[in-house]
């Protein structure tokens, strides 16, 4: 089982408001741009729990900015 790493992170609804996901820039790969499977449960503050069973550590605060302009 693996961590994921994500900066620049914010929540986003998935297709047909089923889940969330995260979504960010992944620190382990140059800044790539990513997304997680489901969100299944909160781990801590800064750490989820996905549907495939990967750990997204969540660095820094939230891309509000972001999040607002989608809605």
Known sequence: ??????????????????????????KDMKDLFWHSNAIMERVAHNQVKTSSGSIYLLQGNIDSASMRKEG
């Open 1 to 26: 089982q693996k961590n994921v790493c994500l900066t620049s992170w914010r929540i986003k609804v998935m297709d047909g408001n089923t889940a969330i996901c995260v979504e960010g820039k992944r």
